[in-house]
């Protein structure tokens, strides 16, 4: 592949995901706004501190949540735990440039699946097995 083609398959991914990044980047600016961080680093802008950090520890995987990535933002309680989950955060990164608008109702559905298995709907959620296996 061209660099000229490369650019264009990595801009079309990013456009993809744009959904997801842009309410990931609001999410950061509020966090930002209270007094939170951040950093651009390997490909996706990192949010932590402030109001990002509240709603991480209130999503259903609870206060143990590290971080959360939508589209090409990354959203933590604090930089250290950023830099722990960031290759496995990355995964869902590469994830949500493949799935874009899809990457939601992908995700939820998968984890409702693994649920009525009886199973743990995020351990056992295809997404995260991914994740797990390339980053554990």
Same mark, same amino acid.
């Given at each position: 592949?061209? @660099?000229?083609?490369? &650019?264009?398959?990595?801009?079309? #991914?990013?456009? %993809? ?17 209270? @007094? ?9 802008? $990192?949010? /932590?501190?402030?109001?990002? #950090? %509240?709603? &991480? ?23 250290? $735990?950023?830099?722990?989950? @960031? ?11 493949? %799935? ?12 409702? %699946? ?7 709907? /995020?351990?056992?959620?295809?997404? $995260?097995?991914?994740?797990? #296996? $390339?980053?554990?």
């Amino acid at each position: 592949m061209t @660099g000229g083609v490369r &650019v264009l398959v990595k801009l079309a #991914r990013i456009a %993809w995901a744009s959904p997801y990044s842009c309410l990931g980047i609001l999410i950061g600016l509020a966090g930002l706004c209270s @007094g939170g961080g951040a950093v651009y680093r390997e490909g996706a802008l $990192e949010f /932590y501190g402030g109001a990002t #950090r %509240w709603l &991480v520890r209130h999503l259903p995987t609870g206060k143990r949540t590290m971080g959360f990535t939508l589209g090409h933002t990354i959203l933590g309680q604090n930089a250290h $735990e950023l830099i722990a989950v @960031g290759k496995h955060e990355r995964v869902h990164v590469r994830q949500f440039e493949l %799935w874009g608008p899809l990457m939601g109702p992908a995700y939820l559905s998968a984890s409702a %699946w693994q649920w009525l298995r009886g199973r743990d709907a /995020y351990r056992d959620n295809p997404f $995260e097995v991914e994740a797990y #296996r $390339e980053a554990p």
